[in-house]
Nanobody, 118 residues
Framework: QVQLVESGGGLVQAGGSLRLSCAAS????????MGWFRQAPGKERAFVAS????????DYADSVKGRFIISRDNAKNMVYLQMNSLKPEDTAVYYC???????????WGQGTQVTVSS
């Protein structure tokens, strides 16, 4: 089981940037894939990006490719989501999550609100 705590959300104007952080606590994260998801009002939670802990392989939703960058700091057990060129449609609660190979995302943080004003 992984404990996850997000931070870094806030209010930003369209075109601006924010960096979200996720602090992960576990015995070992080496086998995990870490993900960011978001849920906008009235919508289902949606995948944003993921990164494998050991190799650092990344994956992105089409809607954020070229604007968002996921990264991790193995020494600090931190995962980051750098969000650039933000749009009003990026407004959502952003969640950090983790999963083991061939498993669903089972561990979730409490979420952090990101609001992008037009």
């Amino acid at each position: 089981q992984v404990q996850l705590v997000e931070s870094g959300g806030g209010l930003v104007q369209a075109g601006g940037s924010l960096r979200l952080s996720c602090a992960a606590s576990a015995r070992s994260l080496s086998r995990y894939t870490m993900g960011w998801f978001r849920q906008a009002p009235g919508k289902e939670r949606a995948f944003v990006a993921s990164i494998t802990w050991t190799v650092g392989s990344t994956d992105y939703a089409d809607s954020v490719k070229g604007r968002f960058i996921i990264s991790r700091d193995n020494a600090k057990n931190m995962v980051y989501l750098q969000m650039n060129s933000l749009k009003p449609e990026d407004t959502a609660v952003y969640y950090c999550a983790s999963r083991l190979p061939l498993s669903q995302y089972l561990d979730w943080g409490q979420g952090t609100q990101v609001t992008v004003s037009s």
